[in-house]
């Protein structure tokens, strides 16, 4: 009875979630909701002390990057940058490998900081363009998008600046560079795979006829390439934001050493010292550290372009911030009470089943990611649940916490999008698609994914590359 009820909890935010309903809202009701069923007095006290305890603590720790991410991203789009970024990869990619184009420009701007909600609105109306002067079927692009913005560059190339990077280091105390030939070696399997599927796609569908569609009326470029930034001036954000990152993860680290302690000697109002556990937030410095250098360096490069706009864009950006943070927050305060019912302890123990400490720790972070919808989300459950469980299993087998770190950080973006994904719905509502056009391909990029996974286990165990 006590692992229906937790599945029946997941089973009604999946169901939410995938009607359109806000996760904010109803993640609290169905968390709550399982506490009912399980004992009605502990109703009041674990939204207090669980849901409530767990939500501020994400929002603490990851807001500002996600406030950051999405300033930056609205910045690229409004100076041109991103849209100069799209046209020189169709300059020297080619418009007859649109695939590669629209994976190319996704990666680069998801690896450079910009929030991956941010890339597929920003990179939407140049891959419509794109693929009618094709004619190449636009149920095809929501696969492209994923695969560029959703995959390697969110969670497996190393230094990435995206959450899902980032949470693993606040339980692992890693950096989000952990493991970098592992997370190489996953990315060049994962783009590999994916633009040959996606090509297999894109030739299965010309053959048969089928052009761009009936839809035509694509979001027509809002500036002609001569207005454009230089692409060298445009790239360069994304490239300090990744220099950055790596830099700022070394000298955080050799600046404060393991911990710091403010005391009144430093700041006289404080009434006690408050200590700061700095090899847990290192890779969260970093990253905002260097996602701060980027928007300084769009405000002082594109000053004249991004001027008039600066204001209502900021306000987009942080109230996109807001929701994603809280969304996610919010999925994260309902793990946290799910993981306290005896109905999870269940499913915890039959994940436990598995012997080997990598593939236990794939399995459980993908399975949670694809029953919540999220990887960031996923991946805060299960690491919160089980992450003790995790190390304890790496370190009896002699692996590093940076293989763990990596394969728990692909692994969440592995299953996590199922149809019920809040990405995978803003990317369909932007592009004007349904589920049943064009989620087949969508799923056959979550498959690649969630191989590529596995794959990199392999590599460790066969090679013993770190």
């Known amino acids: ?46 939204f207090s002390g669980i849901f409530m305890e767990k939500m501020v603590g994400f929002v603490k720790l990851y807001f500002p990057v996600f406030l950051l991410g999405a300033v930056f991203g609205k910045l690229i789009e409004l100076s041109g940058f991103s849209a100069s970024i799209v046209m020189a990869a169709i300059r020297y990619i080619g418009r007859s490998r649109a695939n590669a184009v629209i994976v190319t420009v996704c990666a680069a701007l998801t690896y450079g900081g910009v929030s991956l909600f941010v890339v597929v609105f920003a990179v939407y109306p140049f891959a419509a363009e794109l693929y009618r002067q094709s004619n190449i079927p636009k149920r095809l692009m929501p696969g492209a998008i994923a695969l560029g913005a959703f995959s390697f560059t969110m969670d497996t190339l190393p230094g990435t600046p995206q959450i899902q990077n980032i949470i693993p280091t606040t339980f692992f105390q890693t950096t989000g560079w952990a493991a970098p030939w592992l997370g190489v070696a996953g990315s060049v399997m994962t783009v590999t795979v994916g633009l040959l599927y996606l090509e297999w796609r894109r030739r299965a569908a010309m053959a048969k006829g089928e052009g761009y569609g009936a839809d035509s009326a694509a979001v027509q470029q809002g500036k002609e390439a001569k207005d454009l930034p230089h692409p060298l001036l445009s790239i360069a954000p994304l490239l300090l934001v990744g220099v950055a990152n790596f830099v700022l993860t070394n000298l955080i680290r050799d600046a404060y050493g393991a911990s710091h302690q403010l005391t009144s000697a430093t700041l006289p109002g404080l009434h006690a010292p408050v200590t700061t556990s700095v090899k847990t937030v290192v890779g969260i410095w970093a990253v905002e550290g260097a996602l701060l250098l980027g ?10 372009r991004i001027r008039a706009a600066f204001a209502e864009g900021t306000k987009a950006a ?8 809280m969304n996610t927050a919010s999925e994260y305060g309902f793990g946290g009470v799910i993981a306290s019912l005896p109905g999870f302890i269940a499913v915890s123990d039959a994940l436990k089943s598995v012997p080997d400490p990598l593939v236990n720790a794939a399995l459980s972070v993908t399975t949670l990611s694809g029953i919540t919808g999220s990887a960031s989300g996923g991946m805060s459950i299960a690491l919160a649940a089980m992450s003790d469980y995790f190390i304890a299993g790496a370190q009896a087998a002699h692996i590093p916490l940076e293989v763990l770190h990596r394969v728990v950080a692909m692994a969440s973006g592995g299953m996590d999008t199922l149809p019920h994904n809040g990405a995978v719905i803003t990317l369909l509502a932007v592009t004007g698609l349904t589920h049943k056009q064009s989620y087949k391909d969508i799923f056959g990029i979550t498959i690649i994914k969630t191989a590529a996974v596995f794959f990199v286990i392999g590599v460790y165990y066969l090679t013993g590359l770190v």
């Open 295 to 304: 928007i300084v360096l769009v405000c002082v490069s594109a000053f004249g």
């Open 318 to 325: 942080v109230g996109g911030a807001l929701l994603a943070s």
């Open 1 to 46: 009875m006590s692992f229906l009820i937790v599945l029946a909890a997941l089973g009604f935010l999946m169901l939410a979630a995938y009607r359109g309903y806000s996760v904010i809202l109803f993640a609290p009701v169905a968390a709550l909701g399982a506490v009912l069923l399980t004992d009605p007095s502990a109703v009041a006290p674990a």
